[in-house]
């Protein structure tokens, strides 16, 4: 419980364009309870004046669901990378210290250029391939419930990146796709009909940035607010790799 | 799309990861145990253990096939791996975090501990008979000096930690263990197993001393 009920405090890095040098400014509003980052962030954007009196042009940010499933709000909220939607404002402590979610180019303030994991996802094929020069569909695909379960893990993903923002190995100085791609390699190749692809894949993710620049530090199975067993994921593909590089180099 | 043998970054990874255990951690097992046996004092330790590995056939070529040349590659491309990292320990407090950081620190720390340690017993021994003949006395001179023994301490603590670590996320990196509870496991085998070898290691350092 944050000792002062008066009012909610923010201090906010702020930047008003792509490679600008970044500020700090610090708002503050009344208190009520129940607030979120982003519904007590709606009542600074209705008055934007900092703590200082000063009215400045309000903070811009990216949301929508609101709900913890589009991934979208992810920030750095008091030094965790987290969704901003879920971060409730009775739990957090005060100032509360906004950032920008690290690792991603900024656009304005906290609103991050995140086109990076869809790149990744693309690279690795994530996606189930229904088109093809025959039915792929032959009966209904069989699953039992135990592997359903696991599978159900992974399909939560909504890409918010805050694996990615948290990986030391991720970030501009490198080509890692990071463990978000990573596990829905996992998942698409554990579905009945994805499985086609899996050496696809596999390759994919055996070349540069691939599974092999993960330093096992397994900050992003700390920080995924969807607690993904993505270090699961990361073993299950060295184990797949391992089969796939036999497979290339002996054949089979 | 390519094939994992068109592209050489996995299979080098896998190389880089498989060398630091076969041979270069083997042969650190090795060398501790028979350094360990230097508590029977220096005519066994002269006239047995090290003139047996000294009479050994084809040894400089197994010297350098066996040891020197896979943990080169090691290090090298450990080199080259570790300027992939930007670790954060403070935000990320977590324990994996900081074994992922001193993975790759003591990487460093081990290379010019090496460096040091072959240069002052194997090459130093090329040129000087006395080195050769007495290792058992050269090694008791160089680690009577305290600070050569902390020098010796630290090279040794971070060889098995790198070794046990390195273990542990080979676990992780050809799919042994794949799930948390089998990951948290198998690390304390690993570090089990580095206890052990620090033993060792300690036990036949303490063996030099008068």
Sequence with gaps: ?252 | MRHSTADPHFLLRRLHSLLGLLPVGAFLIFHLWENSQSRFGAAHYNGEVVAFLQGMNYLPILEIVIIALPLLFHAGYGLVITTQMRAELTRYRYVRNWLYWLQRASGIGILVFLLLHVGMTRIEGIWRVSVREDLFGHMQHLLSQPWMFGLYLTGLLLSVFHLANGLSTMGIVWGLTTSADAQRRFGFVCAGFGLLLAAIGLHGMIGFLP
């Design chain 1, 1 to 252: 419980m944050p000792a002062n009920r008066t009012s909610i405090r923010f201090k906010i890095r702020r930047q008003d364009a792509p490679g600008s040098p970044p500020y700090w400014q610090e708002f503050a509003i009344p208190y009520a309870p129940d607030h979120n980052v982003i519904s007590a962030l709606m009542v600074v954007q209705n008055n934007p004046v900092t703590t200082d009196g000063q009215r400045v042009a309000p903070v811009v940010w990216d949301r929508n669901c609101m709900e913890e499933v589009c991934g979208s709000c992810a920030m750095l909220i008091n030094g965790v990378p987290r969704p901003s939607c879920s971060a409730l404002i009775d739990s957090l402590t005060q100032p509360i210290v906004l950032e920008p979610l690290p690792k991603f180019p900024v656009v304005r303030d906290l609103l991050v250029d995140r086109s990076r994991i869809d790149e990744g996802l693309r690279k690795v094929r994530a996606w189930i391939e229904i088109d093809g020069a025959w039915d792929t569909h032959e009966g209904a695909p069989r699953i039992s419930p135990s592997e359903w379960s696991a599978n159900y893990l992974y399909s939560r993903c909504m890409s918010c990146g805050c694996c990615l923002s948290a990986c030391p190995q991720f970030g501009p100085h490198s080509d890692f796709i990071g463990p978000a791609a990573l596990a829905q390699v996992r998942l698409m190749n554990a579905h009945p009909t994805g499985r086609y692809d899996q050496a696809d894949r596999l390759h994919a993710i055996m070349g540069d940035g691939g599974v092999s620049d993960c330093g096992n530090a397994q900050n992003c199975v700390r920080v995924c607010p969807k607690s993904i067993p993505l270090t699961t994921a990361i073993g299950e593909l060295g184990r797949q790799t391992t089969v796939q590089a036999v497979k290339d180099l002996f054949g089979g």
